[in-house]
């Protein structure tokens, strides 16, 4: 076996400004991924409750293709189909002397409209673990529906969907390498690049992977510390569902 | 003879009423209607279609026929070159404003204190400033005799005060009606008096309500008429004293000696 020791060493702890800046893209890519797709899930679960039948399939629909085609194909799809057939070509912006690619534009797009579909459906599961009462008492005091949604729904949901958003975002870490093949020089770009002048496979994508689980474990770590402090200021809904006489004798 | 704190007017009115939960029909042609200041409880077997009337009346369930007017309002539906066209949400939303409702299973909202529960429809929805809708909200609290639980979330709470936490939260927005849909049948047996307590206390205060209970007792002590439904009809209607002495319907008789013996 040929490990080169030093070689993988000094990748890991001394890398390259190019691999750095391949890090820093692909958390840019995860987090603006990410937040602009929970956005658009938002939107999409809401459709998909919606009783305008039109806004209901449409939101179907989006979640059946989005969820049933391959994220790279959506990619390629995204920036080099829409451009080769002249609907859209994603141009390079500079904003304030630092240029946002086009490929990083439409990278960021379509991994946040495949992780909408995703998360819309994660919303809708949140949503409808809400006990019903909880709606019709919001709505009795006559609430209209927003605010139902804002001051009743959500925060109940919240508690269960934390769960999943975190599994999704580790996910969105990892996928972030697919929007390596329309150019973005994410991590894993940066890697081939430096693989294709030196040939030391092994060792460059051993240093990768590391990258990749110190990410999705500070990531955990910081899951882990969310819950616990969720599970803190929770401690009123532990009886929930508990018989009064119960909730009572427990207080005792 | 009906007391002199209830008006002649008819603050809820159904007129014809029909509601079919899929081929089943709940509502049969139901003509219900209660005065201002009126004390109405609605008694039936299970089944019989009182809580669904009930339910109408602040449009959690919609009506496939007949009409639902609250202070002269259709609700649910607006009048549109003689046709009937269902409303928004938004503007159903904004007459459930006037009608106040309390369940049976309570539905405080888990995640807010006592206080919070109370003070959430007057803040978001009147506008009233933060430190007067507490100072209300603590007001309400002390008049459903939980001064001291403003703090509490409904878990640390009994049933019974869930409850009253929720009737205190339907009053906030200060209602022209309260509507009760078997507000003591999810509480252990020696927590239904302090509920039916401040319902009693409310009734004397002159609020309109519409109750649904098995509580024959209370129906008999509080209330200004009794509505007998049975299979989605209203079968009879009368003062309370003549209605539990000599029962007219058939359905009337077989349901007081059911739940009486």
């Known amino acids: ?252 | 003879m009906k007391p002199p704190r209830i008006s002649d007017e008819r603050l809820i009115e159904l007129n014809a009423v029909e509601k079919w939960f899929g081929p089943v029909k709940v509502l049969d042609k139901v003509d219900f209607h209660v005065h201002r200041g009126e004390v109405v409880v609605l008694i039936g077997p299970s089944g019989s279609g009182k809580t669904t009337l009930l339910r109408c009346i602040n449009h959690l369930e919609s009506v496939q026929a007949g009409q639902v007017r609250v202070n002269g309002a259709l609700i649910g539906y607006r009048e549109r070159r003689g046709k009937l066209v269902a409303d928004r949400e938004r503007d159903i939303a904004f007459q459930r404003r006037e009608v106040g409702m309390v369940f049976q299973r309570f539905n405080l909202f888990p995640h807010m204190t006592a206080l919070e529960n109370i003070t959430l429809a007057p803040l978001r929805l009147r506008g009233v400033p933060k430190a007067k809708a507490e100072e209300d909200a603590r007001a309400l609290l002390a008049r459903v005799g939980l001064p001291d639980k403003a703090d509490a979330y409904p878990a640390q709470l009994s049933g019974g005060q869930q409850q009253r936490v929720a009737i205190a939260r339907a009053l906030a927005m200060q209602p022209a009606v309260m509507l009760f849909d078997e507000p003591t049948s999810a509480l252990d047996p020696e927590m239904v008096g302090e509920v039916l307590t401040v319902m009693q206390d409310l009734a004397k205060s002159g609020m309109t309500m519409v109750i649904v209970t098995h509580e024959m007792g209370f129906a008999r002590q509080v209330s200004d008429r009794v509505v007998v439904m049975a299979e989605g009809r209203v079968v009879e209607a009368a003062a309370p004293d003549q209605l539990f002495a000599n029962p007219q319907h058939p359905k009337t008789r077989a349901l007081l000696s059911a739940v009486l013996h």
């Open chain 1, 1 to 252: 076996m040929h490990f080169d020791w030093t070689y993988f060493r000094d990748q890991l702890f001394t890398p390259s400004t190019a691999f750095l800046d391949g890090l820093f893209l692909t958390v840019l890519l995860a987090v603006s991924a990410e937040a602009l797709g929970m956005i658009l899930g938002l939107v999409v679960a809401f459709g998909r409750m919606s009783r305008n039948r039109a806004l209901k399939w449409l939101a179907v629909g989006y979640i059946w293709v989005m969820r049933g085609t391959p994220l790279l194909v959506q990619i390629v799809f995204i920036y080099t189909g829409l451009a080769a057939a002249g609907i859209l070509r994603f141009n390079d912006i500079n904003v304030a002397g630092i240029v946002f690619p086009g490929s990083v534009q439409a990278g960021i797009l379509a991994l946040a409209l495949h992780e909408a579909a995703y998360m819309a459906e994660v919303y809708r599961a949140g949503i409808g673990s809400v006990d019903i009462g909880q709606f019709e008492a919001a709505k009795a005091l006559g609430l209209p529906p927003s605010m139902v949604m804002r001051y009743v729904i959500m925060p109940q949901a919240l508690r269960v969907i934390l769960l999943p958003i975190g599994n999704q975002f580790n996910i969105m870490l990892k996928n972030t390498t697919l929007v390596s093949v329309i150019g973005v020089s994410e991590m894993l770009l940066v890697t081939e690049t430096i693989n294709s002048a030196t040939f030391r496979t092994f060792e460059l994508y051993s240093v990768l992977a590391l990258y990749f689980l110190a990410l999705t474990t500070l990531w955990q770590l910081f899951l882990n510390w969310a819950e616990r402090r969720l599970a803190r200021s929770r401690v009123p809904q532990a009886a929930k569902q508990r018989p009064a006489s119960d909730a009572q004798e427990a207080a005792a």
